[in-house]
C-alpha cells in the first residue's frame, strides 16, 4: 500500500458523459501528478498540481480538467467522454520540492470504461 | 523536451536466468532515474531509482546502471523468478522538464518461465 488513494476502483458511463475521478496523496505529500495508461500502453502524464497550484501539463486533451484543493487532495474532471477516453487513469503523489529528485508513489487507480 | 527509449518491449527468461533492460533518454540534465514494476490491472510499483551522482545501485537481486555519458541506463535483475513477471518502466526527470513531471519509457514486459 503506497498511502495514495483513488476513487471509485471502476467507473462505467456512456459517451458523452462526465465523470469525476478523486485522488487524496501521501501524507505530507504536496505533489500531485495524474497519468493516463490505455490498455497495453505506457504512462502518459497528464497534470502536475503542487501545494494547489498547476505547475506542469502534458498530453491533457481540454476536456479534462483537474484542480488540487486546500487539503491537497485532487479531482480530475473528465467531460464529453469518448469510447478512446476509456483507460486506467493513476495518480501520484510526492513531497513535491521543485528541483529535488523526490519519489513518485502511485495510487491504486480508476478504471473508467466507456460504452 | 525529455525522450525516454525503452528496450525490448517483451523479454522471456528461464527462471534463474538474468533479465537486462536498457533505456535511453534525451535530455543531458535528467538527475533522477526510477523504475517501476506494474503487475497486470495493478499500480506502478517503484522498485528502485538512480541519481545522477551515483552510477550504479543494487538492491538484492535488483540493480541500476547509469551512463551519463551515453544517457542511458539500464535494469539488471539476477536469479529471476516466476514472480518478477510483470511490465517494467524506465522513467527520467530533469531540468527541461522544470523537474516537474517523469517521462516514461514504453514499458518491457518480462515474462520468466518455470
Known amino acids: 500500500d503506497s498511502g495514495v488513494t483513488q476513487t471509485p476502483k471502476h467507473l462505467i458511463t456512456a459517451t458523452g458523459q462526465r465523470v469525476t475521478l478523486r485522488c487524496s496523496p501521501r501524507?505530507?505529500?504536496?505533489?500531485v501528478y495524474w497519468y493516463q495508461q490505455s490498455l497495453d500502453q505506457g504512462l502518459q502524464f497528464l497534470i502536475h498540481?503542487?501545494?494547489?497550484?498547476?505547475?506542469a501539463k502534458g498530453n491533457i486533451l481540454e476536456r479534462f480538467s483537474a484542480q488540487q484543493f486546500p487539503d491537497l487532495h485532487s479531482e480530475l474532471n473528465l467531460s464529453s467522454l469518448e469510447l478512446g477516453d476509456s483507460a486506467l487513469y493513476f495518480c501520484?503523489?510526492?513531497?513535491?520540492?521543485?528541483?529535488?529528485?523526490?519519489?513518485?508513489?502511485f495510487g491504486p487507480g480508476t478504471r473508467l470504461t466507456v460504452l | 523536451g525529455e525522450n525516454v527509449e525503452q528496450h525490448p518491449s517483451t523479454l522471456s527468461v528461464q527462471e534463474g536466468d538474468s533479465a537486462v533492460i536498457k533505456c535511453t533518454y534525451s535530455?543531458?540534465?535528467?538527475?533522477?532515474f526510477p523504475w517501476y514494476k506494474q503487475e497486470l490491472g495493478k499500480r506502478p510499483q517503484l522498485i528502485i531509482d538512480?541519481?545522477?551522482?551515483?552510477g550504479e545501485k543494487k538492491d538484492q537481486r535488483i540493480a541500476v546502471t547509469l551512463n551519463k555519458t551515453a544517457k542511458h541506463f539500464s535494469l539488471h535483475i539476477t536469479e529471476t523468478q516466476p514472480e518478477d513477471s510483470a511490465v517494467y518502466f524506465c522513467?527520467?526527470?530533469?531540468?527541461?522538464?522544470?523537474?516537474?513531471?517523469?517521462?516514461f519509457g514504453t514499458g518491457t514486459r518480462l515474462l520468466v518461465s518455470p
Open positions: 501520484a503523489s510526492s513531497v513535491g520540492l521543485a528541483g529535488a529528485t523526490d519519489t513518485q508513489y
Open positions: 501524507s505530507g505529500d504536496l505533489s
Open positions: 498540481y503542487y501545494n494547489g497550484e498547476e505547475r
Open positions: 535530455d543531458s540534465a535528467s538527475n533522477y
Open positions: 538512480i541519481r545522477s551522482n551515483v
Open positions: 522513467a527520467a526527470k530533469g531540468e527541461n522538464t522544470g523537474f516537474q513531471k517523469l517521462v
